[in-house]
């Protein structure tokens, strides 16, 4: 099974940028989609962003235009930079992948990312 280390998470002010990478332990030519999910305290794991196989990206919409998830295949390892930062964004910040559609997803440890002044 895909071992997925996260990295970059960290306390950032509201306005502030951080850039996070999931580095896969196989090669991710051939996944299905790969991407982040978030976890806020005391609410339930949401997709943050994605990106397919075939390179096509979807975003939650209240993160369009603030958030671009990218994926260096020579590295295997997928980025998601988060600009214009808000508190409401601080959460836990999960990568996932799956190589087929009927696949369990796989996932990381997690990194904290939190927004504060």
């Known amino acids: 099974q895909v071992q997925l280390v996260e990295s970059g998470g960290g306390l950032v002010q509201p306005g502030g940028s951080l850039r996070l990478s999931c580095s896969a332990s196989t090669s991710i030519l051939s996944i299905y989609h790969m991407g982040w999910y978030r976890q806020a305290p005391g609410k339930l794991r949401e997709l943050v962003a994605a990106?397919?196989?075939?390179?096509?990206?979807n975003y939650a919409d209240s993160l369009k235009g603030r958030f671009t998830i990218a994926r260096d295949n020579a590295k295997n390892t997928v980025y998601l930079q988060m600009n214009s930062l808000k508190p409401e964004n601080t959460a836990v910040y999960y990568c996932f992948t799956r190589r087929t559609p009927g696949q369990l997803r796989s996932w990381g440890q997690g990194t904290q990312v939190t927004v504060s002044s």
């Open positions: 990106v397919t196989g075939g390179g096509t990206t």
